[in-house]
């Protein structure tokens, strides 16, 4: 029998409720995962074979002080991103920089932008050195082209070091650094097979487990939930580099597999609505992937899903927003914190809010517990509980993947030579000389001088 945990989300369909609620009412929607194969060693039994962390990993020694040093180094907002402070090149600079699990490049802005308040002058830096190369990474909003080069990075709240990272200085935008956001650099926390121009590009969290040592670990704190998408953009987080710092959640981590390393991608079993399921194939859930992304605001759904949770949501009655503030208004305006997708289910900053999510790279599995920060009024917005029987639930729900861009390009070199090879060898036969050998005529056939057919009387 297989066994999934079920994460009870309020960030999901009602992160900020009116003012009025008096408490808070069954989770309107449910998100079940699969759950890790446990890992080998000593340790409680997990139930029906399930990873059920009741402790935390040990740490290397002195970790704990260093991640200690790491907690409330966020700032920002769900709608905007949560962002971190960062000193880059010799004299330091100062800059804000978005933490995005859904990309993997490291860039800062390098000329100035109405937008953004400062930026890194690389000419300043006695440390810098260009790579000779530009690059242009394209997001679902949003893209900008840069300057690769190398360059000293210090984390002020973070590992007491400078490490050498590979950054790009952007000198051309669109729709990137948008009015009222509060950073001016992104960080780029995926695997390397999503780095622009290509995976050879080391990415920033690499470099850092290469050069201090730290495990292949980093998890996340973010402390919006209950307040506005679109606020000061000063609320607090975390953002644990090489571990997992224990003051940061409440109960066990419950872990689910990455089922492929680029994105953040998980498999999503079924997805309900008050609870009640949505009954739509596990694969529509994950088409065609199924990813934790804190660079994305919403969570995103598959068209056909997200139209049947608008459908659940009006059956059931539920609030399903967040509200909005602008200037000059003197009433409340909220909106729905989901959004149609038509590549991907995107389990963005809004539902991040509700836990302390652990990206556990070194194991290949990503890992969500329960935020102390998570609450209304003293009421927990989400919680976790497991495990729940998935004999009713496709053995595999991850649809057969495109190949991703690596791929393809090895693919094409490979075909690439495999044509040369051809050609060079056509081009070596009609270089060769060509020697006939006489051959008995004949006598039935005969050589037609203007055709290059040879015909045969008959």
């Not at 201090?212 to 679109?230: E, H, R, T, Y």
């Amino acid at each position: 029998m297989g066994a999934l945990a079920r994460a009870l989300l309020w960030p999901l369909l009602a992160p900020w409720l009116l003012p009025a609620a008096p408490a808070l009412p069954a989770a309107p929607l449910t998100l079940p995962l699969r759950v890790a194969a446990p890992a080998p060693g000593p340790g409680p039994p997990a139930a029906d074979g399930l990873a059920l962390a009741l402790e935390p990993e040990p740490e290397p020694a002195g970790g704990a002080a260093s991640f200690l040093a790491m907690v409330d180094n966020l700032r920002g907002d769900s709608g905007r991103g949560y962002y971190l402070e960062v000193l880059i090149g010799t004299p330091p600079q100062k800059l804000q920089i978005l933490v995005d699990t859904g990309s993997s490049n490291f860039a800062v802005a390098g000329a100035p932008h109405p937008n953004i308040d400062s930026y890194f002058d690389s000419q300043r830096s006695s440390t810098y050195h260009p790579k000779g190369f530009d690059v242009t990474v394209k997001y679902t909003q949003g893209s900008w082209t840069g300057a690769v080069g190398e360059d000293l990075v210090t984390i002020t709240k973070g590992l007491n070091a400078s490490f050498l990272v590979n950054i790009a200085t952007i000198f051309e935008s669109e729709s990137f650094f948008l009015p009222g956001i509060q950073w001016n650099g992104i960080l780029g926390l995926a695997y390397g097979a999503l780095a622009k121009p290509s995976s050879s590009l080391e990415t920033f969290f690499d470099s850092l487990v290469r050069q201090a040592g730290i495990p292949n670990v980093f998890s996340m704190q973010m402390c919006g939930a209950g307040l506005p998408a679109a606020g000061s953009g000063t609320n607090g987080g975390s953002l644990v580099l090489g571990g997992i710092e224990p003051s940061l959640y409440k109960g066990d981590i419950w872990y689910t597999p990455i089922m492929e390393e680029w994105y953040y991608q998980i498999e999503i079993l079924k997805l309900e609505v008050g609870g009640q399921s949505l009954n739509l194939d596990c694969r529509e859930y994950n088409a065609d992937k199924a990813i934790v992304d804190s660079g994305t605001t919403l969570l995103r759904l598959p068209l056909k899903v997200f139209n049947a949770v608008v459908d659940g949501v009006a059956r059931a009655s539920l609030l399903y927003i967040q509200p909005m503030m602008r200037a000059g208004l003197n009433y409340e305006c909220y909106r729905f914190g989901i959004s149609p997708s038509t590549n991907a289910l995107v389990i963005g900053a809004t539902v991040m809010e509700g836990f302390y999510v652990i990206f556990d790279r070194a194991r290949k599995r990503v890992g969500f517990a329960a935020s102390p920060c998570a609450e209304i009024a003293g009421t927990p917005v989400s919680e976790i509980s497991g495990p729940f029987s998935t004999d009713d639930i496709a053995s595999n729900c991850v649809p057969t993947l495109p190949l991703n861009e690596p791929v393809l390009w090895i693919v094409s070199y490979t075909l690439m030579s495999v044509c040369g090879i051809i050609l060079l060898t056509l081009i070596i036969l009609l270089l060769l000389p060509y020697q006939c050998r006489r051959v008995p005529r004949d006598p039935e056939a005969v050589n037609d001088e203007s055709s290059l057919v040879r015909h045969r009387w008959k």
